[in-house]
Structures are given as C-alpha cells and as structure tokens.
C-alpha cells in the first residue's frame, strides 16, 4: 500500500475534528478568540479613539483609525512575530501536549463538599428560590477566579523559580492582544492549576452550604460574568489603548491602562496590578496602582542581556537555562529574577 493510500484515511477522520475545533475556537462566544468578543472588542476601541480624536480637534477618517489600532509593529517585529508562535502553539499544541498535567474542577469541587460535610454534617437544603442560588454561585466562581488568577501572579513575582517562566509573558516589547498567549507552558500548566483549586473548593463550599447542587449561570458553557468581560475588557488589556478606570472604578475594574502598567519597565510601576478583569484584590493586598487620566509613555519588556528573547526557541528554553545559571552563581540584582524579589513587574 503506498503511503497516500495508509494516510487517507487518517486524514479524512482528522478533518472533521479540526473544523470542529476550528468553530469552537472562532465560533464559540466563551472561546477567548471568538470571533464575537474580538469584533466587539475592536468596535470599543474604534469608539474610544473616535471619542478622543474628536475631542482633541484631529480628523476622524478610517485610515488613519486603522492606523492607530493596528500599527506595523503588531506582526513586523521579531516580538509581534514571537507573540504570532505563542498564539499558535497555546491554541493547538498545548492542550494536547499538557492537558493530563491540569487538576479537575470538578474533583476539587467535590473534595471540598464532602471533606466539609464529614467535618460539619450535611447541610439542608437553604431556603433560597433557585435562580438567587444561582446568582450566588455564578457571582461567588466569578470572584474565586479572580482571587485566583491574583494569588497566581502574586506569587510568580514574588518567588523567583516561579519569575524565571512567567518571565516570559513580560518579554514582549509591544503589546497586543495576541501578547495574551505569550506564556511559557510551565507558567500555563500552573495557572490552570490554581483555578482549579480556587473555583473547585468555592464550588464545593457554594455547594455545601446551598444544600444542593447548584448551577452557575453560564453562556456557551462560560460563567456569565467571565463572558461579559472577555467581551469588553479582556482582549484590550494586552493593548496599547489607554482606556483607563479611575475613582471607585479604578479600585473594581482591572482596565487595560491598569495592565499596561502591569508591563512597563519603569521600577515605580513594578509588582503592581497583578488582577485578571478585577481590581478589587490589588486594592485589598496593596498592589493597586490605578492609571493617570492622560496616556503615559512607556516602554515594555525585560532585562535581557546574552538572551533571545525574541525567538520562541529563545524564549522557551531561557527559564531553564537561567535557572541552571542560578543554581551555579546566583544572578545578578539587575539581571535575573529583579522583578520576583520586588524589583520589577
């Protein structure tokens, strides 16, 4: 048999599970590249340039618009182009590759209700109508992945062996919402391990105390709250719009000028707002640094000196070959892991 002949058949069962994936990558509202949330996503950020150009006095034509929002440099330079990897890897390789690694939700959740049924009884049934229970329980996941996702970044600041791979995500020189996948698969494995904890134990104690299994509202399979915010927030923080919170909002709402000082390379701006879409556990731990009104100037990336670290080989196998280098001679203040033992962001 030759071999086109020993691989048709693969290759006919293969397409179908590939558009599959494909439409539930695009298609899908609670897919983070849906099609939906990026078109809205843009469509604010034409608004929110429109607004400002129109306030200033400046023209307001679809060019020089684009221009604003897509600049050369999203995919023309070497860390557009490294970000373009990342997206394509994380997407399709990734889950495959790592997917055993990542804890179950829903085992975590059930660990939890009955480790706390054994500790305190079964509790009856609470005498709530079933749809403020479940307003409860979407409202309380929202809040444990937020909690979540803060203590996650906290601590991959904070602890250098955890810097050295989420290191990577800040080596991106510009910002984009491709910027987003720009994660070490070791630092991903991590994160998703930790909202399985956080969102599995809320659950299992949501579940505990409502006496019943309860449902979260969700859309497309995603909590309600995480959609909403895939759909205004998200895609914008990984940007170089400076849509900004301020006031009691700058205190909630985690806005994409809150991320862009996340990234800056300026030392006052460094182990600050670490939250997802919140900015409500900045505020409560301190890290809160809410955004001038008026965009700032700012520069992005790491201290890179002797690395590539805008190459996907580069970048990838970096952390592991500074931690063997830390391991032999501790790095240098300025060099290695600055921005885990407070130096930086």
């Known amino acids: 048999m030759s071999l086109p002949a020993a691989i048709s058949p693969f290759l006919s069962g293969l397409a179908p599970k590939l558009g599959q994936t494909l439409g539930d990558l ?75 690694a990542i804890l179950s939700t829903h085992a975590m959740s059930i660990f939890a209700h009955e480790g706390l049924a054994r500790l305190f009884g079964a509790m009856k049934p609470a005498p709530v109508p079933h749809l403020s229970a479940s307003a409860a329980m979407t409202v309380v996941l929202f809040l444990a992945y937020e909690l979540g996702y803060w203590v996650d970044h906290y601590l991959k600041h904070r602890i250098p062996l955890l810097w050295e791979f989420h290191r990577v995500h800040h080596t991106a020189e510009h910002l984009s919402p491709l910027t987003n996948f720009r994660v070490h698969p070791l630092d991903s494995i991590l994160f998703l391990n930790s909202l399985a904890l956080f969102i599995g134990a809320a659950h299992g104690t949501m579940t505990w105390l409502l006496g019943a299994p309860t449902q979260a509202v969700l859309l497309s399979g995603t909590n309600v709250l995480t959609l909403a915010f895939l759909f205004l927030l998200v895609h914008l923080q990984h940007s170089h719009i400076w849509i900004t919170t301020r006031g009691l909002a700058g205190r909630l709402i985690q806005s994409p000028a809150h991320h862009q000082l996340h990234h800056s390379t300026n030392p006052a701006h460094f182990n600050k707002n670490f939250g997802g879409n919140l900015s409500v556990f900045d505020w409560l731990f301190g890290t809160l640094l809410i955004p001038a009104a008026e965009p700032q100037r700012l520069t992005f990336g790491v201290e890179a000196k002797g690395e590539r670290p805008q190459s996907m080989e580069g970048v990838v196998l970096t952390p592991f070959a500074r931690l063997w280098r830390r391991q032999r001679t501790p790095l240098p203040q300025g060099e290695g892991g600055a921005r885990a033992i407070g130096v930086g962001g």
């Open 26 to 100: 695009f298609l899908r509202p609670g897919s983070s590249i849906s099609l939906a949330s990026l078109a809205c996503a843009f469509a604010i950020a034409v608004g929110y340039v429109v607004v400002k150009r129109h306030q200033r006095g400046r023209p307001v034509r679809l060019r020089l618009i684009l221009r604003a929002l897509l600049p050369r440099r999203f995919l023309a330079s070497a860390s557009g182009r490294v970000d373009i990897g990342f997206f394509l890897f994380n997407t399709f390789a990734a889950g495959v590759l790592f997917g055993w």
